[in-house]
T-cell receptor
């Protein structure tokens, strides 16, 4: 079945550090891939997406590239801010009523 | 923000009691979903609805039932709550099957003692 594996946290970085959160997937067919962010006390919000191989999703300085050959969709940001502190979820779907989420990675950015 | 309201926001109950969580939307979206969020598991789909009185099971539906008698309301019921159902429950809505338009509510923290 479809599944997502993302790096375990928590991740703690200093402001302006480089961020990578790893995500790999297993899927039948051709999945669409997503990163969601959850701020404290809130629901998930879509951060970025990619729908086919080699697509790069980007938003708010975050980027992720759909790598079919390595079945990966790693999230990166060149310079994190304190306001980026949140939980990040990688997700995929091949069937539009079956979104599968990773376990989430908590990021804390210190000033 | 998409108009999604979950109620209650927090609930503590005892094992064996029935519990109903409510999701209310003001967006007139066709699809509504219930997820549970647990440490180490991310979000898992419980049930979803694709229209009034049209529902289907998700990945972890055992012990849960749902109902949708109006477009705007989607109810999740635990007929006899168990401690394993202690979780954070999220409702989500979407107008169709485009996942970039999936919006989440703020969640309900349920504790079953």
């Amino acid at each position: 079945g479809n599944s997502v594996t993302q790096m375990e946290g928590p991740v703690t970085l200093s402001e302006e550090a480089f961020l990578t959160i790893n995500c790999t997937y297993t899927a039948t067919g051709y999945p669409s891939l997503f990163w969601y962010v959850q701020y404290p006390g809130e629901g998930l919000q879509l951060l970025l997406k990619a729908t086919k191989a080699d697509d790069k999703g980007s938003n708010k300085g975050f980027e992720a590239t759909y790598r079919k050959e390595t079945t990966s969709f790693h999230l990166e940001k060149g310079s994190v801010q304190v306001s980026d502190s949140a939980v990040y979820f990688c997700a995929l779907t091949t069937n539009n009523n079956d979104m599968r989420f990773g376990a989430g990675t908590r990021l804390t950015v210190k000033p | 923000d998409a108009g999604i309201t979950q109620s209650p926001r927090h609930k503590v109950t005892e094992t064996g009691t029935p519990v109903t969580l409510r999701c209310h939307q003001t967006e007139n979206h066709r699809y509504m979903y219930w997820y549970r969020q647990d440490p180490g598991h991310g979000l898992r789909l419980i049930h979803y609805s694709y229209g009034v009185k049209d529902t289907d099971k998700g990945e972890v539906s055992d012990g849960y039932s749902v109902s949708r008698s109006k477009t705007e309301d989607f109810l999740l019921t635990l007929e006899s709550a168990t401690s394993s159902q202690t979780s954070v429950y999220f409702c989500a809505i979407s107008p169709g099957t485009e996942y970039e338009k999936l919006f989440f509510g703020s969640g309900t923290q349920l504790s079953v003692l």
